[in-house]
């Protein structure tokens, strides 16, 4: 029975499988997207045939002996018809765009409704939330959230599937002449990029010369003689590159247990937080999302070393056993408690709270091993008894989550 059901799970969720449901979804919410979706690969299909074309129709043209007004008139439609076709693939582009922003509010709105009516065990649970922020993924990453990507995926490949198909049919019904045109540029083009690559400048500053085994030294000179102007300018953007990297500026001072520390760049290869100069190293160079990553990786350590301890020494006074803890991997909710106790989580995005505030989530959440619910008397009583200040404390986790917010650590 287990293996029919994993393998129904697997079959439920496949590429195919996905692609359908997205459009189902799409059809069913907003038709003009679909619509859109039509005409541009409509457009994206018949714009190269026409392009394909033009040459083979003035080649037959003037191989017939037309006459100019026929030629004239007769390209003059053939380009006035690619024109109107891009216009309209263009218009298609930037209006689909914009519905499938909308798409994302429709799938926020779908998984806003489901949250409301799933059970509080399984919204809160581990699983739960891994299952809840993979869904969130679909549409709360601007431009890059699953949805929006999937959908400029689904059409990029069904428009180069059909246009292999189609001009494979079309090519071998040309000109001949026109196929060894077609080809004569591609060998053109591709032995004059590969010139070009003959010399060009390392990442460490050297110049590289590509030059076959038995050629002189004097070649070599020759050749980077001959690309010097080139190189110079390749040198002088590697050099305002380096600058560049040297003088980033980040968009905030990260928090560690409630403070603000100031960002200090230092040469080495590691980044780090020194207790004593209280401040974060970091390498020069470092972009916004490494720096991120960097932080988001200290913040989970510095989670598993601290709250584990403080978790076990608030379970013994409050007399709760709990079976498992870890740091979540989701920057929000801050804790989450699951099957009475089986397993606590707390996110990293604690360590930038204060102390106060960590100990009042974690009595929190060791308080729903007792009592599954938020608001009963019982559980009201029983956080309170080891955290009388409970209320004022928690009413700051708003003030955190705009902290968040503002830092970049979790979307508007």
């Known amino acids: 029975m287990n293996n029919k059901k994993i393998k129904k799970e697997k079959q439920l969720h496949s590429v195919l499988n996905n692609v359908f449901y997205l459009l189902k979804d799409i059809y069913a919410s907003t038709k003009i997207l679909f ?33 100019v007004q026929k030629v004239f008139m007769m390209l003059g439609l053939f380009i006035l018809g690619m024109t109107a076709i891009n216009i309209l693939q263009s218009v298609a582009n930037t209006s689909k765009y914009a519905h499938s922003n909308n798409m994302r ?71 001949p002449l026109i196929i060894l045109f077609l080809a004569g540029l591609t060998v053109i083009n591709f032995v004059a990029s590969a ?44 050099r305002k590159a380096i600058d560049a990297k040297t003088s980033i500026n980040y968009s905030f001072c990260p928090m560690l247990f409630g403070t603000r520390y100031p960002i200090i760049k230092r040469t080495g290869d590691i980044c780090e937080f ?19 990553n960097f932080l988001k990786s200290l913040y989970t350590k510095i989670g598993n070393a601290v709250f584990s301890k403080q978790i076990k020494k608030l379970a013994e006074c409050m007399t709760i056993k709990y079976a498992h803890f870890q ?10 408690c699951a099957n009475k106790g089986e397993l606590i989580e707390l996110s990293w995005t604690l360590a930038m709270a204060d102390e106060e505030f960590i100990e009042a989530a974690i009595i929190h959440e060791l308080g729903h091993i007792k009592y599954d619910d938020h608001y009963s008397a019982e559980f009201i009583n029983l956080v309170k008894k080891f955290c009388p200040a409970y209320d004022d404390i928690m009413a700051r986790s708003g003030e955190y989550e705009v902290m968040l917010r503002a830092d970049g650590w979790i979307s508007r």
Request: charged share 20%; with cysteine; proline share 4%.
């Open 195 to 238: 010139w070009a690559r003959t010399a060009h400048v390392l990442d460490n500053g050297d110049i590289e010369v590509h030059m076959p085994f038995a050629a002189p030294e004097q070649a070599a000179v020759d050749v980077i003689n001959y690309y010097l102007p080139e190189l110079k300018k390749q040198i002088e953007m590697r």
């Open 327 to 336: 740091i979540s991997r989701n920057a929000t909710p801050f804790g989450s």
């Open 105 to 175: 509010n429709y799938y926020f709105r779908k998984l806003t409704m489901k949250s409301f009516t799933c059970d509080y065990k399984n919204i809160e649970s581990a699983e739960g939330q891994t299952r809840y922020q993979k869904a969130k993924n679909c549409f709360d990453s601007g431009d890059w959230s699953g949805s929006s990507k999937m959908i400029n995926s689904m059409l990029s490949i069904f428009i180069s599937a059909v246009c292999f198909i189609l001009y494979s049919s079309v090519l071998s019904f040309l000109n």
């Open 35 to 67: 619509l859109l979706m039509i005409i541009e690969v409509i457009c994206a299909i018949f714009t190269p045939i026409f392009g394909i074309y033009l040459p083979k129709i003035a080649v037959d043209l003037v191989t017939q002996g037309a006459e």
């Open 274 to 292: 020194n207790v004593n100069d209280k401040c974060f190293y970091v390498i020069p160079g470092l972009r916004q999302y490494q720096l991120k």
